[in-house]
């Protein structure tokens, strides 16, 4: 039925399946699985919490394909959920081996799904997330994660370098989700475009226990572009002078 | 056994209460703002001064209050520290609600995502629910954004659910119901909104004005739409009383007659021709008709704002307009909007004055906009960037200016809502 939804009915819309807060055991992923299979399309999991925690182990190397997506990946509780990076600050040996079958690391950040005591380490031992996403709602807006530039912005302050974040933000998200005419500049492509200000000073950025990390760089939207039409304009780029001759003249 | 434990609990239990109230007695305070510059238009403050918060609330403003008698102390050395902002004008029924404009529906905002990053803590909606559509407001925003949310009532007993028709239905504007449903619900009721009317005549500002009188409330007019237009000198003079709000004050809209000839400005306070604002308008500011800005994504013009401000005529309230046509675009978020006015030549304190105690005395709401001991703590920190900025008018035209306030930390009712730089939080290295 759900590959039915997406195959037949809106396969401009759907690009992926989400398997979610399930509490039990492998059932909801194995569905979702069965479902991407079928629409030929990703799974992207957040995986549900249970005692004793499911093995994620398990979950790469024996329930996912590879392009499926592993989403709040630097989520800590470790109770209820496995985590990335073990307790001594070790990134697990196995995440390198589910990221190199092809297993997509996602952020997530959200509300509740951001601990530098994940991200910190996993970037020093060379484990990067493929994609960075916000996991955007009410709780996660005021919080740590507030926008995707902050989130961004953070990546860059934990060692990633500026093509790195921006790569992970727009092709590697579109070959994702297989949307490969989206998150670049081809001739031809529709102009969706972002222009960014990189602002140097002191900054402080929080994960989801409001945890500081200080930083020096920050990236600011300065100028959003879809389709061709200007859509968010920080700081008056693309606007006349009020009195100059050209605004006269319009 | 099992009792032994119990006991054993028990008497831990005693002892960590014991040591908790000592801790408490010496870090009375939850909140500490140190060092920064506090601007209370109410109190008259305008210097560095600390703010203690305790249980939600202020509990001292003074200089050098001891970081050791606070459990967490925020370093706002080099900030701004005022009242949480109040916009008086935002429009925040958002819901799913299909082709139903500001009301229920999907043109309107959430108000937490758009208020905090900007220092605002108190918005009030301008007229998306009327009598028919107030108690849905209060369920779905009132009740569930963290966010104190207020409203003027539109007269429009469907509220601004379509200009077009909904909109100038007159037979759906009842002052007695509206009034009684703004008398019921003046919790969070505060005035009377009347907006978009396009008929060449009164009736619907004296409507509007009715419902004021019997609610004890102001109405805000958002003017200019009559075909013909109607003289604005009439409307501050005759039609509104004294503390009744004209909003887009610095609004510029082309204006036509019924065949399509443009012609003279009859409804933009200052005269496009001689860039003199209109005598009527100093008038109606003497007689008390309040001046709100409601930028929005048509209504904020620098052809109307900059001579009106060379020649003195500040705005007495900053409000937003806010929705998904002006969030984009020239307004983006009330500390944008306050830093125009900064860039314009308004003195700070006036631009937080115009954005916490004067919006606060306009909607009658004397507990809110200031800093007094005992009141609710409602707290932005803003940082006065200095630097190259830019900004965009309704039309797209720009301005640049040197100076721009970013909110830093909003604090609502004793709680952190936004922290920008992470100043309240422990560091991780």
Known sequence: MTAYMITKMFPKI??????????????QVDRAVEAGKLANVPVMVDFGEHQPTNSIKSLFLEHLRPGDIFTHTFAYGPKDLETVVDDNGIVKPFIFDAQKKGIIFDVGHGGGAFFWRQAVPAIKQGFKPNVISTDLHSDSMNGGMKDMANVMSKFLNIGLTLEEVIEKSTASPARVINRPELGNLSVGAEADVAVFSLKKGEFGFTDVRRNTLKGTQKLDAELTIRAGKIVWDLNGLSGPIWDSPQAISR | MQNYFKTAKNRVLVLFFALLTLNVSAQEIDLLIKGGHVIDAKNKINTKMDVAVKDGKIFRVAADIPASSAKKTVNANGLYVTPGLIDIH???????????????????????????????????????????????????????????????MNIVGGGMRGVDTYEQDKADMDPKL??????????????????????????????????????????????????????????????????????????????????????????????????????????????????????????FSWGQAIPAMEQGFHPDVLSSDLHTGSMNAGFKDMANLASKFLVLGMPLADVIAASTWNPAKVIQRPELGHLSVGSEADIAVFRLREGDFGYIDASGMSIRGKQKLEAELTIRNGRVVWDLNALSSPSVK
């Open chain 1, 14 to 27: 759907i690009v992926g399946i989400k398997s979610a807060h399930y509490w039990g055991d492998f059932t």
């Open chain 2, 90 to 152: 935002g429009h925040v029924f958002h819901g799913t609600e299909p082709d139903n404009y500001l009301s229920n529906s999907q043109d309107a905002l959430p108000p937490d995502g758009f208020t905090f990053r900007a220092g605002v803590t108190t918005v009030a909606d301008a007229g998306g629910a009327g009598w028919k559509n107030i108690d849905l407001f209060r369920k779905n925003v009132v009740d569930k954004s963290k966010t104190r949310v207020l409203a003027f």
């Open chain 2, 178 to 299: 509206t009034a009684a449903s703004a008398k019921k619900n003046k919790d969070f009721v505060i005035g009377i909104k009347i907006a978009h009317y396009i008929g060449h005549d009164w009736d619907p500002t004296d409507f509007a004005v009715a419902a004021g009188k019997i609610a004890g409330i102001p109405v805000m007019v958002d003017f200019g739409k009559a075909l013909p237009p109607l003289p604005l000198e009439d409307l501050l003079l005759k039609h509104l009383r004294p503390g009744d709000i004209l909003t887009h004050a610095y609004r510029y809209d082309q204006e036509f007659d019924k065949s399509g000839k443009m012609i003279e400005h009859k409804q933009a306070i200052v005269d496009v021709n001689t860039k003199k604002l209109k005598p009527y308008v100093w008038d109606a500011r003497k007689r008390g008709i309040i001046f709100d800005v409601g930028h929005g994504g048509g209504s």
